[in-house]
């Protein structure tokens, strides 16, 4: 009698024994395929949204690839990620459908306010012709009455397009000047937390014509007075 109870206990334990690794086996699965399906990064996410947001200019991209035909579109990398101080102050919008950069504006996509990359660029004066700033700003009219400044450029390079590609990132393309020659840039901005991707490609012109985007753009401007 002792002796068959004592092999129903074993019998027992040993199925308790393998139960319990069985089930630790599968939590470690279910742990290892949680972990080989997680979320992609921030980083990757900006990746992401460039490459889809690219995909909406082709006519910045046809450019590139007509200045120097070596321009890859997917050739993108990330260069760094920036924190920039919030700048801002009251000023409401001031293109309105009168003006010429009314066209241009973009709208964010939740109603927030609407993006201006032009009017702080070129100028026009109220008797001359129109000219380039040599500096460029990335302005955000904001629905309460604000302005703020998103981005700032020198001399050294110039934005040409944007695109809202998600309701929190705006996307700016345009160029940037190094020792070297030019090369194309990428700016994704993350308003809402008061940072920036900065994006670099490989390629480096010594052709290209400065501002040579922006002139093709707005054609309809005499540019015989810019170098």
């Known amino acids: 009698m002792a002796s068959s109870i004592r092999l129903r206990y074993s019998i027992i334990c040993h199925f308790f024994i393998l139960g319990m690794a069985f089930s630790c086996g599968f939590e470690k699965e279910e742990k290892t395929t949680a972990q080989g399906s997680t979320a992609p990064t921030e980083a990757e996410e900006a990746l992401q949204l460039i490459n889809s947001g690219l995909q909406q ?38 293109i309105n459908e009168q003006h010429h950069f009314f066209p241009y504006l973009l709208p964010q996509p939740e109603g927030e306010g609407v993006v201006d990359i032009y009017s702080y660029k070129i100028v026009y004066p109220e008797e001359k012709k129109p000219f380039l700033n040599p500096d460029s700003e990335v302005i955000f009219f904001k629905s309460n009455g604000m302005r703020e400044r998103l981005l700032f450029m020198g001399p050294s390079g110039t934005f040409d397009e944007a695109k809202w590609v998600s309701p929190d990132h705006l996307m700016v393309t345009g160029r940037f000047e190094t020792v070297e020659g030019v090369t194309p840039k990428i700016w994704l901005i993350i308003p809402s937390k008061s940072k920036y991707y900065v994006f670099d490609h490989p390629l480096i012109s010594q052709t290209i014509p400065k501002d040579g985007y922006l002139k093709e753009k707005f054609s309809q401007i005499d540019w015989s007075d810019e170098l």
């Open 57 to 94: 200019l082709p006519n910045w991209i046809s450019y590139w690839k007509r200045a120097d035909s070596g321009f890859d579109p997917t050739a993108f990398t990330l260069g760094k990620e920036e924190i920039y101080e919030q700048l801002e102050w009251p000023e409401e919008n001031f």
